[in-house]
């Protein structure tokens, strides 16, 4: 029995999962969307993998109110039957979508935030896995796409470029053409997340 405890609370499969450092939006298939990158780090696949995101945003009632608003965010694709190199979720920005009309400006104004939850099935030990990871308004970069990242090894077998994982380029917001190739530098100095305590949540 002692030796099934140990290898049971050994045996429990980490996520491994990589997120992008920014979430981007740009045209794609010429129109806005909202994209950000994922990667499978284990050296098994994970099976069903679901992706789910939520965009968090303060809003004003007509009475005055502050409400803390969650808007689940429909994916081009949600589900993969298996995940084992690279995943980038793609949310299409029109009419229908919480993210339509907004702005940097906006976004910053409303602390907005966006929640990113994966789950999957660890195929050796057939276990559930999951990874969270979140994307403030500081951490959406406009008009800028992600440098490709697969590529093919000697042998002929897939592989993931992480050097390009996080690299970004900038685009033209009419048409997602490529402006310059140049990596995008960060040098805003870090925030501190907002203080939300005593708001209401919906």
């Not at 789910?52 to 808007?71: I, Q, S």
Request: charged share 25%; glycine share 4%.
């Amino acid at each position: 029995m002692a030796t099934g405890v140990v290898f049971a609370r050994f045996s429990v499969p980490t996520a491994r999962i990589l997120f992008s450092n920014y979430a981007l939006i740009a045209p794609f298939n010429g129109a806005p969307c909202l994209m950000f990158r994922t990667a499978n780090k284990r050296r098994n696949r994970i099976l069903e993998a679901q992706l789910w995101v939520t965009l968090v945003r303060d809003e004003f009632t007509k009475e005055g109110d502050l409400f803390r608003r969650f808007y689940d965010l429909e994916l081009i694709r949600a589900h993969t039957p298996l995940f084992a190199l690279t995943w980038t979720a793609l949310h299409p920005i029109n009419e229908k979508s919480p993210l339509y009309g907004a702005s940097p400006e906006s976004l910053r104004r409303e602390h907005a935030e966006l929640i990113v939850i994966i789950t999957g099935i660890d195929e050796n030990l057939s276990q559930t896995i999951h990874a969270r990871h979140s994307f403030v308004a500081d951490e959406v970069l406009w008009n800028f796409r992600f440098k490709d990242v697969l590529g093919w090894t000697r042998d002929g077998r897939r592989a993931i470029n992480f050097n390009n994982f996080d690299k970004v380029y900038r685009v033209d917001p009419n048409n997602g053409y490529a402006l310059t190739q140049e990596p995008f530098e960060d040098t805003a100095p870090s925030k501190p997340s907002p203080d939300r305590r005593g708001k209401n949540s919906e």
